[in-house]
């Protein structure tokens, strides 16, 4: 019995070991999403995995230092030497617009529209917010505009007035989280963006991410 106890412990002694390395190395670690800035895809209290053996790519969820010490995950929009532009909410890589269904932005919905997807409200909790007696704003993905038929236009920052907690250098050139650009990615940086996009504190916010800051990437 007491081999046993013994041979238990010292497993269990060498798992920590290898996972405190891999944990401080960063060459594989979890997080738990702690905000709603990547909705729909995380969510709060979702686990997340990441490794820096994964190199941050297109699309991919990136682990990065913020300003204050801790660690922000948003995804990878572009890299190095591209060229990023974001119009009316929509977002341009070299010229060309991405496919971005999963995104969430605002959008103003009338009462009857709120109406014909209460249902769905319900069950998936889109956030809504009042604007006027007849008008709310609803937080979708065009994925699900499509899917719900409707055609909604977008709620946005007016062109040409500056977001006054912008980077910036995105500030003097009177831009906002729904008009930037065009802007070139400088050397050894990403462009990163939340999913959710008028909830996350990222590139728009914070400014190009430096490669070294950068410390994992995500693996699910």
Same mark, same amino acid.
Request: overall charge neutral; glycine content about 4%.
């Given at each position: 019995?007491?081999? =046993?106890?013994?041979?238990?412990? &010292? !497993?269990?002694?060498? *798992?920590?070991?290898?996972?405190?390395?891999? %944990?401080?190395?960063?060459?594989?670690?979890?997080?738990?999403?702690?905000?709603?800035?990547?909705?729909?895809?995380?969510?709060?209290?979702?686990?997340?995995?990441?490794?820096?053996?994964?190199?941050?790519?297109?699309?991919?969820?990136?682990?990065?230092?913020?300003?204050?010490?801790?660690?922000?995950?948003?995804?990878?929009?572009?890299?190095?030497?591209?060229?990023?532009?974001?119009?009316?909410?929509?977002?341009?890589?070299?010229?060309?617009?991405?496919?971005?269904?999963?995104?969430?932005?605002?959008?103003?919905? =009338?009462?009857?529209?709120?109406? &014909? !997807?209460?249902?769905? *409200?319900?069950?998936?909790?889109?956030?809504? %917010?009042?604007?006027?007696?007849?008008?709310?704003?609803?937080?979708?993905?065009?994925?699900?505009?499509?899917?719900?038929?409707?055609?909604?236009?977008?709620?946005?920052?007016?062109?040409?007035?500056?977001?006054?907690?912008?980077?910036?250098?995105?500030?003097?050139?009177?831009?906002?989280?729904?008009?930037?650009?065009?802007?070139?990615?400088?050397?050894?940086?990403?462009?990163?963006?939340?999913?959710?996009?008028?909830?996350?504190?990222?590139?728009?916010?914070?400014?190009?991410?430096?490669?070294?800051?950068?410390?994992?990437?995500?693996?699910?």
């Amino acid at each position: 019995m007491k081999k =046993t106890i013994i041979a238990i412990t &010292s !497993i269990a002694v060498i *798992i920590f070991i290898l996972w405190f390395v891999a %944990r401080i190395t960063h060459t594989f670690e979890t997080f738990n999403i702690a905000t709603n800035s990547n909705e729909p895809t995380y969510h709060p209290r979702d686990v997340i995995f990441a490794s820096r053996f994964k190199k941050p790519d297109y699309g991919s969820f990136v682990c990065f230092k913020e300003p204050n010490g801790g660690i922000w995950v948003f995804r990878c929009i572009a890299k190095e030497g591209d060229i990023i532009e974001i119009r009316d909410t929509k977002v341009y890589l070299n010229g060309k617009e991405l496919d971005e269904p999963y995104a969430y932005n605002d959008y103003s919905i =009338t009462k009857t529209q709120l109406n &014909s !997807i209460q249902g769905y *409200i319900d069950q998936y909790k889109y956030p809504i %917010r009042s604007f006027s007696d007849s008008v709310s704003i609803i937080t979708l993905s065009e994925k699900k505009l499509k899917e719900y038929n409707l055609d909604l236009k977008p709620y946005m920052a007016v062109k040409g007035v500056a977001n006054k907690n912008m980077f910036g250098n995105f500030q003097i050139h009177n831009w906002n989280e729904d008009n930037l650009g065009p802007v070139t990615v400088p050397k050894d940086s990403y462009f990163l963006l939340g999913d959710n996009r008028h909830e996350a504190m990222d590139s728009r916010y914070l400014g190009f991410i430096s490669k070294d800051d950068i410390v994992s990437t995500v693996i699910n």
